[in-house]
């Protein structure tokens, strides 16, 4: 019932930002928790960076704490993932989830499609 749109990848220089955004429709609801997972070619999905419903704590993997950071606006149905210091490791298919519960995110109920980002030397 709840359906996730991801933008904002392309293709970007080492050391450039992107901005992906994830779009919620449906029967969405504020209580959600999001994250942002991603998944390079010949590797396992890998969880990215969580927001809880009152964007009141995050989480990051540690390879991109202190890079990027997530955010999200109710009022908008939408959650961001800014994204600084891109480095060539960073390039996969990035993958928005939504679930009620934090704890559960790796099987969450809803998923995007996927963005691609890629991250050129």
């Known amino acids: 019932q709840v359906q996730l749109v991801e933008s904002g990848g392309g293709l970007v220089q080492a050391g450039g930002s992107l901005r992906l955004s994830c779009a919620a429709s449906?029967?969405?609801?504020?209580?959600?928790?999001m994250g942002w997972f991603r998944q390079a070619p010949g590797k396992e999905r890998e969880f990215v960076a969580g927001?809880?419903?009152?964007?009141?704590?995050?989480k990051y993997a540690d390879s991109v704490a202190g890079r990027f950071t997530i955010s999200g606006d109710n009022a908008k149905n939408t959650v961001y993932l800014q994204m600084n210091s891109l480095k060539p490791e960073d390039t996969a298919v990035y993958y928005c989830?939504?679930?009620?519960?934090?704890?559960?995110?790796?099987?969450?109920?809803?998923w995007g499609q996927g963005t691609q980002v890629t991250v050129s030397s």
């Open positions: 989830a939504a679930d009620r519960n934090y704890y559960k995110l790796g099987s969450a109920d809803y």
């Open positions: 927001i809880n419903h009152s964007g009141t704590y995050t």
């Open positions: 449906g029967r969405t609801s504020s209580t959600y928790a």
